[in-house]
């Protein structure tokens, strides 16, 4: 079973910072995908940002520019720096991983993490 803890989130302002992390139960190296989606209310859950293990980064185009995910594999650990946050970035962030068995893939989530930007 993985297991993901989140943290990092918080209430900015408009224009400032935030660094989420995600530690994962597992070696990160070994999975297909570590990533950021988010949840905005009423909205439904959306990707952020991804990285695929020894692949492409991708970023929805909302964030681009503004957002930046890295690992850390020695701390099996997934950063998202935001910057340049906007009110439209609030909603609640979730780390997500995904893992391949064969031709099977699994997903599994953080807790989340809310995200609050004020004008």
């Known amino acids: 079973q993985v297991q993901l803890a989140e943290s990092g989130g918080g209430l900015v302002q408009s224009g400032g910072s935030l660094r989420l992390s995600c530690a994962a139960s597992?070696?990160?190296?070994?999975?297909?995908?570590v990533g950021w989606y988010r949840q905005a209310p009423g909205k439904g859950r959306e990707l952020v940002c991804s990285?695929?293990?020894?692949?492409?980064?991708t970023y929805t185009d909302a964030v681009k520019g503004r957002f930046t995910i890295s690992r850390d594999n020695a701390k099996n650990t997934v950063y998202l720096e935001m910057n340049t946050l906007k009110p439209e970035d609030t909603a609640v962030y979730y780390c997500?991983?995904?893992?391949?068995?064969?031709?099977?893939?699994?997903?599994?989530w953080g807790q989340g993490t809310q995200v609050t930007v004020s004008s």
């Open positions: 597992v070696n990160i190296l070994s999975v297909y995908s």
């Open positions: 997500h991983l995904k893992r391949r068995l064969g031709m099977t893939f699994y997903d599994f």
């Open positions: 990285i695929i293990t020894g692949g492409a980064i």
